[in-house]
């Protein structure tokens, strides 16, 4: 018996570079199945730039990326979404003309099977695929308790709800991953409080794991198992959240006492 298995996510000396300056520069570290992991550091430590290696938006010049049990040299959004990665952004990426159930449903995009033609005329599998998809965006709306907006229009809502919406559209492609960036950004100390009870609550109902950017410390510290720390594209800490907390060089990197 296994009493350690693999990680469902594994970095590997990722090197990144936009017109040969370094974003980020030999990051190795891994994300264990059912954890919730954290990325902090600074403004301009890398932290997006990573997530968007991670699933495919930047291709690293150096280093791999191993995924449920995959290795790959490069990942492509296209696959990273196939295995199973599910990605929310900084700025919100929904469709602010379409309905919440239209947005989440958008989601589910990856498991339909039927064919565009069959899609385009209403026949085969497709009424019946219709029917599922509706039903597991109605189960995701509720989940994240959204039902009283799920017919408003997108762009009519609080950036709060927003918010949620694309976390609910994440959570319908059914992710092992979840990568969220800065989900509470813009929020107000009650929205993050409820936004921190999501996350948490899809970890545990759905067993998802889930790496997420966020630089309130507290909310970080509160959810989180796992803390990785980036400052000027370098690892510089990387472990439970007590002993990051305890880091010498992760409380210079934050108090700006780094020489």
């Not at 296209?78 to 990605?87: D, K, Q, T, V």
């Not at 950036?159 to 694309?166: H, I, M, W």
């Amino acid at each position: 018996m296994n009493l350690f298995p693999s990680p469902l996510l594994e970095l590997s000396h990722i090197s990144l570079s936009f017109k040969g300056v370094k974003a980020i520069t030999d990051i190795s570290f891994a994300v264990a199945r059912g954890e919730i992991c954290a990325l902090i550091g600074p403004n301009g430590a890398g932290k997006s730039s990573l997530l968007n290696v991670i699933n495919g938006v930047y291709q690293a010049q150096e280093g791999q990326i191993r995924f449920d049990g995959e290795v790959r040299r490069h990942m492509r959004p296209h696959h990273a979404a196939e295995r199973g990665m599910a990605r929310s952004f900084q700025n919100l990426a929904l469709f602010k003309g379409m309905t919440v159930l239209d947005n989440v449903l958008t989601g589910r995009n990856l498991k339909r099977r039927s064919s565009w033609i069959e899609q385009a005329l209403g026949i085969g599998r497709a009424p019946r695929e219709d029917d599922e998809q509706r039903r597991r965006a109605e189960e995701v709306i509720e989940f994240l308790n959204i039902q009283s907006w799920r017919q408003s229009l997108v762009g009519t809502l609080p950036y709060g709800l927003q918010k949620r919406v694309e976390l609910a559209r994440a959570l319908a492609a059914e992710p092992k991953l979840l990568l969220l960036d800065e989900p509470m950004a813009g929020m107000n100390a009650a929205e993050k409080k409820e936004m921190s009870r999501f996350i948490v609550d899809i970890n545990r109902e759905f067993g998802t794991t889930v790496v997420l950017i966020e630089h309130d410390i507290g909310v970080v510290m509160g959810i989180s198992s796992h803390v990785v720390v980036l400052d000027y594209g370098r690892k510089i800490g990387d472990g439970p959240p007590e002993e990051v907390r305890a880091n010498p060089e992760v409380i210079a990197a934050y108090l700006g006492t780094r020489h």
